[in-house]
């Protein structure tokens, strides 16, 4: 079979709170991760705690030199990672930009030209400025637009020569799951009101729409998406009451890229909120505003699919941000996670039917405990198979979708490229990389960086453009 497209975008991807630490250096202020004592996505503390290992990350901010040198050593075409606003505005509604915040980017960005590898940034992955959460209660607030407005204007101006790819939001709709992660608001989730919730995501849609629009004006050169969490979601059976179940599931997630592809609110979103009483307050312009900028490209993360019943007792026992039920035909990863390749041939599938925009994968990946051994020349690895087989499993499934189903995939960065802290459960032992950071849960470690197993397999998948990829299935 042919490969992958010329120019297809390979790659690795990360998140600022998630590497950088360096958290109160160079003038940055508190992000809303920065209280999070370690655990599992909260409650959060009055200031930052020592056992929080976000504060550190792996140092990305220090040692990014050393890992980007690494990244092209795998020969990165890509390389996602995000900007934390609150570098850049340490309050998140400060008049004027933290110079310094903004010229460790100039330099990050630098390092990416030397080895001819463009950057896909995130403007927001779950990072906002903890003063806008405390103050305005997060994206409850219609302020928080222009705040974000200012902020991503700033990165536009300050980077157009050096940044090509934006994603305005990292997984937009884990607001709905996650509403302090994804929309910084205080209010706990079994006390935030569907109205509530509901007028913050429309605040966020907003945003992105006009994001688009300045990212066109200012860089007409570049390309800008948005990301949402994507996974499928089967009926646990034919029957019809599970397949409807499972499509009211999917259309929960379906709704946040429905907005963002088509520009505007669909028919059955429409419907349940008169059902449940929600009236979104719509400013004059808002509809236009969504209509005229949609993304030019839907960027996904995927990791698992889904599985619903009507009837059936949930299991609760996927260890992400959504529940459901076991599928019988499944495995999962050690955190619970069902293991799917297929999967994500169906989902490129499922979003280019529905949107006929390009796609970009821009998260993928296992989770998994590593053990560091001596690699016999000096130094040390990782025997990672179990990652290099997910990994091939699924993008041979990404292969298939080029070439059989004529799906215009841009690009493939796989998440934590380099291992980092766990978004869900604030865990250095769920890693996710080619390279091996020497940092433990209970924050001791060299953080001396390792070439695993999988660096040496990613190196030639890249470099042979996916035809050393092996078809298992
Ligand atoms: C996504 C987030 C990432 C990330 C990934 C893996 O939801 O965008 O930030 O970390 O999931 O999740 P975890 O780190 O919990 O394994």
């Known amino acids: 079979m042919s490969c992958f497209p010329d120019g297809f975008l390979w790659g690795g991807a990360t998140a600022a ?35 929080n290992l976000k504060l550190v990350g792996i140092d990305f901010y220090h040692r990014y030199k050393d890992d980007i040198r690494m990244l092209s050593e795998m020969g990165f075409k890509v390389f996602r990672l995000s900007v934390a606003w609150s570098r850049i505005f340490p309050n998140g509604d400060d008049i004027a930009p933290n110079e310094e915040g903004l010229r460790f980017y100039d330099d990050v960005f630098d390092e990416c030209a030397k080895y001819n590898i463009q950057p896909l940034v995130t403007l927001s992955h779950y990072e906002t400025p903890l003063n806008l959460a405390k103050k305005y209660n997060g994206w409850c607030d219609r302020r928080l637009v222009n705040f974000y407005l200012n902020y991503v204007r700033t990165v536009f101006t300050r980077y157009k020569d050096k940044v090509k790819y934006y994603l305005t939001f990292n997984e937009i709709n884990a607001i709905q799951y996650l509403p302090y992660v994804g929309g910084a608001i205080l209010t706990p989730r079994d006390k935030l009101s569907e109205q509530d919730l509901y007028q913050a995501m429309h605040h966020q849609f907003i945003a992105n ?72 307050n719509f400013q004059d312009g808002d509809e236009k505003i969504l209509k005229d900028n949609t993304i030019d490209f839907l ?49 490129l599938n499922t979003l280019y039917d529905r949107y006929e925009k390009p796609l970009f994968i821009v998260e993928n990946g296992l989770g998994a405990e590593d053990c560091l051994i001596d690699d016999n020349n000096g130094s040390k690895t990782v025997n990672d198979d179990y990652r290099i087989k997910y990994l091939n499993d699924h993008l041979s499934e990404v292969k298939k979708a080029i070439n059989y189903d004529n799906i215009p995939v841009i690009g493939y960065t796989s998440w934590g490229c380099i291992d980092l802290v766990s978004a869900s459960t604030s865990e250095m032992k769920k890693r996710y990389g080619f390279i091996y950071v020497d940092r433990n849960d209970d924050g001791t470690g060299t953080l001396e960086r390792y070439r695993k197993k999988s660096f040496y397999w990613y190196r030639d998948v890249i470099k042979s453009n996916g035809e050393s990829l092996i078809d298992n299935n």
């Open 209 to 280: 729409a006009l994001a688009v629009k300045f990212c066109r004006e200012i860089v007409p050169d570049a390309k800008i998406g948005c990301m949402v969490f994507a996974a499928p979601t089967y009926p646990l059976t034919p029957n019809p009451d599970d397949v409807f179940e499972a499509m009211n599931k999917q259309r929960s997630n379906m709704f946040f890229s429905d907005v963002l592809c088509r520009g505007e609110y669909p028919a059955y979103a429409r419907a349940y909120m008169k059902r449940n009483n929600i009236s979104l």
């Open 299 to 347: 960027a996904f993360s995927y990791y698992m699919s889904l599985c619903e019943s009507a009837s059936e007792k949930k299991d609760g026992s996927l260890g992400n941000i959504i529940g459901g039920c076991h599928n019988p035909y499944l495995s999962k990863s050690e955190w619970g996670w069902e293991i799917d390749p297929v999967g994500l041939r169906y989902t």
């Open 17 to 51: 709170n998630q590497c950088e630490g360096g958290f109160d250096e160079g003038g940055k202020g508190l992000s809303i991760q920065d209280v999070f004592p370690k655990g599992v996505m909260g409650p959060i503390t009055s200031a930052p705690t020592k056992d």
